[in-house]
């Protein structure tokens, strides 16, 4: 038989406001009815965007380290190629042919690998696409997966796990990985309630649930919540100069961030790596499960 090859679509800006209400109306009742917006596909598009020759910009890169808590280096922060990768999330998202809304899908899990620190000034290629679509206990998992490729060799690959609610299959659905509970170990740490507006200014994730308590309400929240990467991104920051250059990061996103909010840090080792939680410091509810993989170091001829 002959080999199928899945499309690459091209893809060379970031995402910006257009594409942001572009995810935001087939969420709007009467508006998703419309041609163009109605969504009628029922399978993940088979299709791989690409955004080719994208340079780890220094005053990006250090914005978005003052943002999440990084230290100023020379290399850019481990979940700082999500970034890159956003736009072509969003173009995928949003196209007519997938069949869900960007606004309303719920961000389960994200798995990042780093084979090793891609530095300030390089460029890379990075590419993303859609697969797995199954049953969750919940509704319809499906996963968005990115790399990053420098030289033509991948230096990093992130798995986005998304579902839609509504549906789910309580007895054979997919029901998420398990992730062990970890006490709080860190002092309090403050978030601001304009933490979802910083973080949107510097990842061009807008969605207004982050943004302000009426947006947010807008959307079935009593107010805004902070970014899931922003949370993966502030823990790993709190690990960073424990973790290896080749490692991966698996975390899952549980109870919303309000804002403003008061959250501690968990952290302890693990035969592997580390295992770390973010939690409310009122009530010690997670937020944000996960830990970390030591990888094996990519070979150098």
């Not at 508006?31 to 340079?55: K, W």
């Amino acid at each position: 038989m002959p080999e199928v090859v899945t499309p690459i679509r091209v893809v060379d800006r970031s995402a910006g406001t257009g594409t942001m209400v572009r995810a935001a109306l087939p969420a709007v009742p009467g508006l998703n009815r419309l041609p163009g917006v109605r969504r009628t596909g029922t399978e993940l598009p088979d299709v791989v965007l690409r955004r080719p020759l994208v340079t780890v910009e220094r005053d990006h890169v250090d914005r978005y380290a003052a943002v999440c808590g990084f230290p100023v280096k020379d290399t850019a922060p481990l979940p700082y190629l999500h970034l890159l990768a956003f736009p072509l999330h969003m173009e995928l998202m949003t196209d007519p042919s997938f069949p869900f809304p960007a606004i309303g899908t719920v961000h389960l899990e994200n798995v990042i690998t780093q084979h090793r620190p891609v530095g300030i000034g390089e460029t890379v290629e990075v590419s993303v696409g859609a697969r797995d679509l199954r049953a969750s206990t919940k509704g319809r998992a499906f996963d968005i997966v990115a790399s990053a490729k420098a030289g033509g060799e991948t230096v990093w690959e992130s798995t986005s796990t998304y579902l839609r609610l509504g549906g789910g299959d309580k007895e054979h659905g997919d029901p998420g990985t398990t992730f062990a509970p970890v006490e709080p170990t860190a002092p309090e740490w403050r978030l601001p309630a304009d933490l979802g507006r910083r973080y949107a200014a510097v990842s061009g994730d807008r969605n207004p649930i982050h943004l302000y308590p009426l947006t947010a309400k807008a959307f079935g929240f009593p107010r805004h919540i902070a970014h899931g990467m922003w949370s993966l991104a502030r823990c790993v920051a709190a690990l960073e100069n424990r973790l290896p250059d080749a490692v991966r990061v698996e975390v899952g996103f549980k109870k919303p961030l309000f804002l403003p909010g008061r959250v501690r840090f968990g952290v302890r080792p693990s035969e592997a790596g580390w295992e770390f939680s973010l939690s409310s410091a009122s009530s010690g509810a997670p937020h944000l499960l996960g830990r970390t993989v030591a990888e094996a170091a990519p070979s150098r001829a």
